[in-house]
């Protein structure tokens, strides 16, 4: 079956650094996204990665690593603003979204 | 402003009634999606279209209907609501689905949320 993890929970203070990791089983693969979603409104794209490496972006960071099935979205410099739900999706063979449950950060001053 | 808009933002429905999800896009985007989220599971996909005139089913389809009568709009029915099909509704857009810029980056609209009772 096709899966994605990612932890439903993390916490972390502002102004630091946060990794949020994803790891995916599917059939196939054809890019991976970030996608950020603040409690009751809609995900707004962050990231896109389909050749391993690092894709940086402001303060935000998406690393991929195909032969691993995983990746990580790295957010910088934390502000109360990032806390939010991240949603890790992947792209299987037939161009179909595999979503994760989301991973829901805290930030604490 | 360009982007999705959806009717209504939220509803409390009777079991058994009909539902119709309004979904309409300026972007020209070609593909369109509905998704259902609920609380500690991912977006599940219930349909889409690839293109006006055409659409397919997703991962949870069973109980809902979709149409494509043109680029702009993309209804969701439910026939017969039941207590299970209480969720947050999303309508979503991309360009195209498959290769190329754009292709597959969503744009989402803001949600309705359905309570079935």
Not at chain 1, 32 to 54: C, K, M, R
Not at chain 2, 24 to 50: C, F, K, V
Not at chain 2, 89 to 104: D, E, H, K, V
Request: aromatic residues 10%; hydrophobic residues 35%.
């Amino acid at each position: 079956g096709q899966n994605i993890d990612q932890p439903t929970e993390m916490t972390a203070t502002e102004g630091a650094i946060v990794q949020i990791n994803c790891t995916y089983q599917t059939s196939g693969f054809n890019g991976l996204f970030w996608y950020q979603q603040h409690a009751g409104e809609a995900p707004t794209f962050l990231s896109y990665n389909v050749l391993d490496g690092l894709e940086e972006k402001g303060r935000f960071s998406s690393f991929l690593s195909r032969s691993k099935g995983y990746s990580y979205l790295l957010l910088k410099e934390l502000q109360m603003k990032d806390s939010a739900s991240y949603l890790c999706a992947v792209t299987d063979s037939n161009y179909q979204l595999i979503w994760g449950a989301g991973t829901k950060l805290i930030i604490k001053p | 402003i360009a982007g999705i808009t959806q009717a209504p933002t939220s509803q409390i429905l009777a079991a058994g009634r009909r539902m119709t999800l309004r979904c309409t896009q300026d972007m020209r985007h070609n593909a369109m999606y509905w998704y259902r989220q609920d609380l500690g599971l991912g977006l599940r996909l219930i349909h889409y279209s690839n293109t006006a005139g055409t659409t397919g089913k997703g991962e949870v389809p069973d109980g809902y209907s979709v149409s494509r009568a043109n680029t702009d709009d993309f209804p969701l029915t439910l026939a017969s609501a039941v207590p299970s099909q209480t969720s947050v509704y999303f309508c979503a857009s991309s360009l195209t689905i498959g290769t190329g810029t754009g292709a597959n980056v969503l744009t989402f609209g803001a949600g309705s949320r359905l309570t079935v009772l």
